[in-house]
């Protein structure tokens, strides 16, 4: 079983089809924007058109970059397990912080309400600025007791998208995305028991 998890050549694949569903989903998302849908579906948004294509960009950039980190796991760039680890945690961290500005710029262009759409923002860039600064911890090369408390936060960060994989899967929609999901938690669950990581991680 360890040498299924040494393999990240494995994880890389997942990486890589989270990356390119990522990827469909802003460009639907920004084709969606040029079709007549119901009133009921634009939720009050006067701008639909702008809405849909500034809020897919920034979809669609965030896609690329989670993609790109893929690759760079797949070609072996990013070959060590806390390394992968490490760049995993900051990928989502920027994404989330970049996906959240973009989200609210589109919110404001499209006529929502421009405090509530701030509000989401500061909420979102906040998480990616936590989630970003965690990354930076995993592999500063100190050992400390926050290190320890990251392995924990980590540790159940993780074991919660496993559960949102395996229900993601009793959809069929959401099925490959969620068996993507599940082996990329079942390996970072793996990568922070091993032995050279959590040395680092002081556990």
Not at 13 to 31: C, K, N
Not at 117 to 143: P, Q, R, S
Not at 153 to 164: D, Y
């Amino acid at each position: 079983m360890s040498s299924f998890f040494d393999n990240t050549k494995i994880v890389a694949f997942a990486f890589m089809v989270v990356g390119f569903i990522l990827i469909i989903d802003a460009i639907f998302s920004i084709a969606l924007g040029f079709v007549d849908v119901s009133e009921e579906m634009k939720e009050g948004i006067t701008n639909w058109t702008l809405y849909c294509v500034l809020g897919g960009i920034g979809s669609l950039i965030c896609a690329v970059m989670y993609t790109m980190f893929a690759f760079k796991v797949n070609n072996g760039t990013y070959s060590q397990k806390i390394v992968i680890l490490e760049k995993y945690v900051m990928i989502v961290g920027i994404t989330t912080a970049l996906g959240s500005i973009f989200s609210t710029i589109a919110s404001i262009a499209g006529g929502q309400d421009v405090g509530a759409a701030l509000i989401g923002a500061i909420i979102g860039v906040v998480i990616g600025l936590i989630i970003m600064f965690i990354a930076t911890k995993i592999n500063d090369g100190k050992e400390t007791i926050g290190d320890s408390i990251i392995w924990i936060i980590l540790l159940i960060a993780f074991i919660i998208l496993l559960v949102v994989g395996v229900l993601s899967c009793f959809s069929l929609v959401g099925i490959i995305d969620g068996i993507a999901h599940i082996i990329i938690a079942l390996f970072m669950i793996a990568f922070l028991f091993d032995p050279e990581v959590k040395s680092k991680m002081n556990m």
